[in-house]
């Protein structure tokens, strides 16, 4: 008993991601499409043991397929998962272009599993961003305990989160400090090679940027619209792994020893902290890690109620591939994929 899958931008870090995690987590597939751009077609990805040729998004008829993961971008996302949800599927995005939609639910399974109850309204299920979704993960079990007040949060994001071509810049300028020479950037605004960049997305009219936006917007729509969050998104030198320096205050009393056993217990959390110079996770040590790690909880002095957290995921996991099959996979378990094959 199995479903037929397609995983739109199948040539992509993420698409491909997707793939490997399907197969990792044994979801039930019967029939696997790969698909992308007409340029890509009869290029192969690996599905496990098979070599798959991609197919021409254009050209594909979704009427033949049970769930769409799809990540192919927001200007591609706008256009077609309201053309691929109407076919019949149901749609995972992976963009932004319907996170923010009433009728679309925006899911970490960890979070808000029951949103998925209005899938069907459109047949489109939105993904976070990537930094979201691991802040999320870890602020849900807190606001339940001693309900969430205000968060700042500074991110420290990975050159993944910008795709190949943020990987790729990252790398070539390495390369060329230390043996080409100096390469202008492309990708990023300024350098990223042994620097930060204060910037990701585009500027608002307040002087934040979108990127910025999505965090606190998502937030609210997942968890509770009167949290007050203020952010600072930061693009590091790292290859894969986003990190988040949380600052958390709470409408009632939550000490670091509570906080860090209500983490211990929660879903998709893995508590790393002790007092010594290694008891911390690093984006290394997450990468290719399903959960999101919570390292450096202690108290914060200056409020009546308040904590710090050091969170730390590998983005193109939790961020973005891995939470899109667990969708999968609650729509799964709640029987909420209508055309399954025998």
């Given at each position: 008993?199995?479903?037929?899958?397609?995983?739109?931008?199948?040539?992509?870090?993420?698409?491909r991601e997707m793939m490997n995690i399907l197969e990792e987590l044994k979801f039930p597939v019967d029939k696997m499409?790969?698909?992308?751009?007409?340029?890509?077609?009869?290029?192969?990805?690996?599905?496990?043991?098979?070599r798959i040729k991609c197919e021409d998004l254009e050209q594909f008829d979704f009427s033949t397929v049970d769930i769409v993961l799809m990540s192919a971008g927001g200007?591609?996302?706008?256009?077609?998962?309201?053309?691929?949800?109407?076919?019949?599927?149901?749609v995972i995005d992976n963009?932004?272009?319907?996170?923010?939609?009433?009728?679309?639910?925006?899911?970490?399974?960890?979070?808000?599993?029951?949103?998925?109850?209005?899938?069907?309204?459109k047949n489109i299920i939105a993904n976070p961003n990537c930094s979201t979704a691991q802040l999320v993960v870890a602020l849900k079990p807190l606001h339940d305990a001693a309900k969430i007040k205000r968060v700042v949060v500074s991110t420290y994001q990975s050159v993944s989160g910008a795709g190949k071509e943020g990987m790729d810049e990252l790398w070539d300028q390495t390369k060329g400090i230390f043996v080409l020479g100096p390469s202008e950037p492309k990708k990023f605004p300024k350098q990223i090679a042994f620097n930060v960049i204060p910037f990701i997305g585009s500027f608002n009219d307040d002087g934040y940027t979108d990127e910025e936006a999505k965090m606190w917007n998502e937030v609210h729509?997942?968890?509770?619209?009167d949290i007050a969050l203020t952010v600072t998104?930061?693009?590091?030198?790292?290859?894969?792994?986003?990190?988040?320096?949380?600052?958390i205050e709470f409408h009632n009393a939550l000490d670091d020893d509570d906080a860090r056993e209500i983490l211990r217990d929660a879903p998709g959390v893995m508590v790393i902290d002790s007092r010594d110079d290694k008891g911390y996770i690093t984006p290394k040590e997450a990468q290719g890690e399903h959960a999101v790690f919570v390292s450096r909880i202690r108290n914060d002095p200056t409020v009546k109620h308040g904590l710090n957290l050091w969170v730390v995921s590998d983005n193109l996991r939790k961020g973005a591939?891995?939470?899109?099959?667990?969708?999968?996979?609650?729509?799964?378990?709640?029987?909420?994929?209508?055309?399954?094959?025998?």
């Open positions: 008993m199995g479903y037929r899958v397609a995983v739109v931008g199948a040539t992509g870090n993420v698409g499409h790969a698909i992308a751009s007409r340029k890509s077609i009869g290029v192969e990805v690996d599905f496990g043991p098979h200007s591609i996302s706008k256009v077609w998962s309201p053309k691929i949800g109407a076919a019949g599927p149901i963009s932004s272009a319907f996170r923010m939609d009433p009728d679309v639910p925006l899911i970490v399974p960890e979070v808000n599993p029951d949103d998925v109850s209005y899938a069907h309204k729509k997942m968890i509770d619209p998104c930061v693009r590091v030198p790292v290859m894969v792994g986003h990190s988040e320096c949380v600052n591939a891995l939470n899109a099959v667990q969708i999968a996979e609650l729509l799964h378990e709640r029987g909420l994929i209508h055309r399954e094959l025998a």
